[in-house]
C-alpha cells in the first residue's frame, strides 16, 4: 500500500477577496501532516477542497486514492472530517449521535466509542447544549475516531481548549498512529501541538504554501546566530541570511539552511559568534512569514 | 500511560536528543543490558506522543553510535557492547567539559585559566582542607 494518503497538485480556488493558489501536498499513509498558517492563510479553505466540500478551480486532488470531487462518495466513506462549523444538535444527547453515526457507518468501533467517552470523560445521557466548547470538541472527534476512518482532515481540533482537553486530544490522535495505514492532516494555530506530533509540516500564509518539508529537516535547517561585531566590522551578507538586526555591537542574525559554513563566514568577516540557538517551531514559522512578506514585496 | 522516556517542553534540545539522552541513560545504568529488546519506533511515537519521524532520527543516530543495533523486521536491541555504559560516561564527560568551556569563554577566560580551575576543582577535597587550615 504505496499510494498516498493525499496527493494535491497545482491547486487553484479564488474567491473575490481571497485565492488559493498553486497548492501541493503529500502526505504519506502512516504520518501526520502538520497545517500551519495565520488566520486566513487558506487552511480551511484546503481542507474543504479536499473534503470536496469547495471546488477546485483547477489541480489535481487525490484523496485516498480517489479524484476529488468526481469520487468523493466513495472517498469519504474512509475519511473522518472534523471542524468549528460543524454542528451536533443541540437538543439531542451525545449517545443520540453515536446512535447515529453508528447507523450510517457500519465499521463503527462501538467498543472504542466506549473507550474514548471514558478517556474523554464525557456522558453519554448529556445533551449536547449543556457542552463547553472543550467537551463539543471533544464529542464531535469522538463521532469521527470511532469510525477509524483511514484518514483524519481535522480543521484546527485544539484550538480554543484548555490544557488538559489539548492534551486528552493529542493523545488520541498519536494513538491512531500505531496503525501505520492511517494518517491525519490537522491544521492549528499553536505550533507546539504541530511540533510535538506532525512528521511532515506545511506553513500557509495567503494562500500560498510558504514551506513543506518533514519535520526534523524543519528544525535543523534553521538557527540563530548572536554574534559580537566589533566596530569597522561589516557582516556579508548571505543568501542562508533572512535577518539581521543589530544593536550596538550585538547581531542577531537568523538563518533558514544553517551550516557550519554560515558561522565561518561571519568569523572571517571578524565577527564573534558568540551563540548558535536552535528556534522552536513557532520561532521558525514567523521567521518564515516574515522572510515571504519580504520577498513579495520585493 | 507507562512510558518508558518522557519528553521535556520546557527543554530547549530538540525532542529527538531528548530521546536519545534517556535511552543512552537507560543503557548507562544498566536498566537496559546488552540484547535488551527496545519498543518499536511506532509504538515508542505513540507512548511518548511524539511524532514517528522524531522517534526514528533518534534510533538512527543510536544505532550510528553503536548503542543500538536494529534487525531488519526483528526490532532493535541494545548493542552487544560490555563498554558502553563506560563509554557512554566519558560523552557525559565531553558534554560537560563543552559547556564548561562554554561559559569560560562568556567570562572571558582562556584555555589555560580554565585548566587551572579544572586542576583546582579536580584536587582531592582532604588535600585541601588541612592546606587552608594551615595558612589560619
Given at each position: 500500500m504505496?499510494?498516498?494518503a493525499?496527493?494535491?497538485?497545482g491547486?487553484d480556488?479564488a474567491?473575490r477577496?481571497?485565492q488559493?493558489r498553486d497548492?501541493?501536498l503529500?502526505?504519506e ?5 502538520g497545517?500551519?498558517?495565520?488566520n486566513g492563510?487558506g487552511k480551511?479553505?484546503?481542507?474543504r ?5 469547495v471546488?477546485?478551480?483547477?489541480g489535481?486532488v ?5 479524484s476529488?470531487p468526481?469520487e468523493q462518495?466513495i472517498?469519504k466513506r474512509d475519511?473522518?472530517y472534523?471542524s468549528?462549523d460543524?454542528?451536533?444538535y443541540?437538543?439531542a444527547?451525545?449517545?443520540w449521535h453515536m446512535?447515529?453515526?453508528a447507523s450510517?457507518?457500519?465499521q463503527w468501533?462501538h467498543?472504542?466509542?466506549?473507550t ?5 470523560s464525557?456522558r453519554?445521557?448529556?445533551?449536547i ?12 472527534l469522538l ?7 483511514r484518514l483524519?482532515?481535522l480543521d484546527?481540533p485544539?484550538?480554543?481548549l484548555d490544557?488538559v482537553?489539548r492534551h486528552?486530544?493529542?493523545?488520541e490522535?498519536?494513538d491512531?498512529?500505531s496503525?501505520d495505514r492511517?494518517?491525519?492532516l490537522?491544521?492549528?494555530?499553536n505550533t507546539?501541538?504541530v511540533e510535538?506530533?506532525?512528521d511532515?509540516?506545511?506553513f500557509l ?7 513543506s518539508?518533514?519535520?526534523?529537516t524543519?528544525v ?5 546566530l548572536?554574534?559580537?561585531?566589533p566596530p ?13 538586526s543589530?544593536?550596538g555591537?550585538?547581531a542577531?542574525?537568523?538563518i ?6 554560515v ?7 571578524g565577527a ?8 522552536s ?11 515571504s512578506?519580504?520577498?513579495a514585496?520585493s | ?5 518522557t ?6 534540545r ?6 536519545i ?14 540484547g535488551?529488546e527496545l519498543?518499536?519506533i ?13 522517534v526514528?532520527?533518534a534510533?538512527?543516530e543510536?544505532e550510528r553510535?553503536?548503542v543500538?543495533?536494529?534487525r531488519?523486521?526483528k526490532g532493535?536491541f541494545v ?7 563506560t563509554?557512554l560516561?566519558?560523552e557525559?564527560l ?7 568551556a562554554?561559559?569560560?569563554r562568556?567570562?572571558?577566560l582562556?584555555a589555560d585559566?580554565?585548566a587551572?580551575?579544572l586542576?583546582?576543582a579536580?584536587q582531592?577535597?582532604d588535600d585541601?582542607?588541612?592546606g587552608?587550615e594551615?595558612?589560619?
Amino acid at each position: 500500500m504505496s499510494e498516498l494518503a493525499i496527493q494535491v497538485a497545482g491547486l487553484d480556488k479564488a474567491y473575490r477577496f481571497f485565492q488559493l493558489r498553486d497548492i501541493r501536498l503529500e502526505l504519506e499513509p502512516g504520518q501526520i501532516l502538520g497545517f500551519v498558517g495565520p488566520n486566513g492563510a487558506g487552511k480551511s479553505t484546503t481542507i474543504r477542497v479536499l473534503m470536496a466540500l469547495v471546488h477546485q478551480d483547477r489541480g489535481d486532488v487525490r484523496v485516498l486514492g480517489r479524484s476529488m470531487p468526481r469520487e468523493q462518495a466513495i472517498a469519504k466513506r474512509d475519511i473522518g472530517y472534523m471542524s468549528e462549523d460543524m454542528r451536533l444538535y443541540g437538543g439531542a444527547t451525545i449517545a443520540w449521535h453515536m446512535k447515529f453515526v453508528a447507523s450510517l457507518h457500519p465499521q463503527w468501533d462501538h467498543d472504542y466509542a466506549q473507550t474514548l467517552l471514558r478517556r474523554f470523560s464525557l456522558r453519554p445521557e448529556q445533551p449536547i447544549k449543556v457542552l463547553s466548547h472543550g467537551e463539543r470538541t471533544k464529542a464531535t472527534l469522538l463521532l469521527v475516531l470511532a469510525r477509524r476512518p483511514r484518514l483524519l482532515l481535522l480543521d484546527e481540533p485544539t484550538t480554543g481548549l484548555d490544557p488538559v482537553a489539548r492534551h486528552e486530544i493529542l493523545r488520541e490522535l498519536t494513538d491512531v498512529m500505531s496503525d501505520d495505514r492511517r494518517s491525519i492532516l490537522f491544521s492549528s494555530q499553536n505550533t507546539q501541538d504541530v511540533e510535538q506530533i506532525s512528521d511532515q509540516i506545511t506553513f500557509l500564509d495567503r494562500g500560498r504554501i510558504i514551506e513543506s518539508s518533514d519535520k526534523e529537516t524543519f528544525v535543523e535547517r534553521w538557527r540563530r546566530l548572536q554574534l559580537d561585531v566589533p566596530p569597522g566590522v561589516a557582516l556579508p551578507s548571505l543568501p542562508e541570511v533572512t535577518e539581521i538586526s543589530t544593536s550596538g555591537r550585538v547581531a542577531t542574525a537568523t538563518i533558514k539552511a544553517y551550516t557550519d559554513e554560515v558561522a565561518a563566514a561571519f568569523t572571517r568577516a571578524g565577527a564573534t559568534v558568540r551563540e548558535v540557538q536552535r528556534m522552536s517551531l513557532e520561532e521558525i514559522f514567523v521567521a518564515n512569514v516574515m522572510l515571504s512578506r519580504k520577498e513579495a514585496r520585493s | 500511560m507507562h512510558s518508558d522516556v518522557t519528553i521535556s517542553h520546557a527543554d530547549r534540545r530538540p525532542m529527538y536528543l531528548q530521546i536519545i539522552e534517556q535511552i543512552r541513560h537507560r543503557v548507562a545504568v544498566g536498566d537496559w543490558k546488552p540484547g535488551h529488546e527496545l519498543p518499536s519506533i511506532r509504538a515508542l511515537a505513540v507512548a511518548t506522543q511524539v511524532s514517528v519521524i522524531t522517534v526514528k532520527r533518534a534510533y538512527l543516530e543510536l544505532e550510528r553510535d553503536g548503542v543500538i543495533v536494529t534487525r531488519q523486521g526483528k526490532g532493535s536491541f541494545v548493542a552487544e557492547n560490555v563498554d558502553l555504559s563506560t563509554q557512554l560516561k566519558h560523552e557525559e564527560l565531553d558534554e560537560h567539559l563543552r559547556a564548561a568551556a562554554e561559559i569560560g569563554r562568556h567570562l572571558g577566560l582562556s584555555a589555560d585559566d580554565l585548566a587551572n580551575r579544572l586542576r583546582d576543582a579536580a584536587q582531592p577535597p582532604d588535600d585541601e582542607a588541612p592546606g587552608t587550615e594551615d595558612v589560619a
